[in-house]
């Protein structure tokens, strides 16, 4: 008689390409990778589960993920011995997102647009702040600043602060958590 339940092993997402701010949080444009379960008992069963309700409800489903749509997904694999004593790992938890982040507008907050035009925006003003308002939440915003007419773009900081004279060009990239 067997009543000991199998090691379950541990459950990993083979070939996630973890996207965005963080390349470990399983938030991801990626939409396509595998299951992979290392050290289970030897000889057991093993099924794969995925939920795409937080949890409430399971599905059967292959190791191989692939064109997920845009959501949430928890991933499990149940162990069955040859006793029929079942055990789950972990759960898994991936987001796929592929949905562009709000990109917010971008504006030269304190800065005094001085000659013949108050909006043109030629200034003999050198120190003035980049200001970035209605991106997505959460998301990383890198601010950069070309001065060959977009030709070419370096990373620049919100301040601004004693520019030579010149022409220069701003934009923001708004990365967001996928």
Known sequence: MDTTTPHSGELTLSDLNDTGVSVTDQITQDKNFN????GQETGSRVTYLVSTDEGKTWQETTVVQKDLA????????VV????????ETAVQKVVVDTTTPQAGEL????????????????????NFNLKLEGQETGSRVT????TDEGKTWQETTVAQKDLADGVYKYKAVVTDAA
């Not at 299951?35 to 290392?38: C, I, M, N, S, V």
């Not at 504006?107 to 050198?126: C, K, P, R």
Request: glycine share 6%; proline share 0%.
């Open 35 to 38: 299951l992979k379960l290392e």
């Open 70 to 77: 845009d959501g949430i997904y928890q991933y499990k694999a």
């Open 80 to 87: 069955t011995d040859a006793a029929g004593n079942t055990s």
């Open 107 to 126: 504006t030269l907050s304190d800065l005094n647009d001085t000659g013949v035009s108050a909006t043109d925006q030629i200034t003999q003003d050198q």
């Open 143 to 146: 601010y950069l600043v070309s």
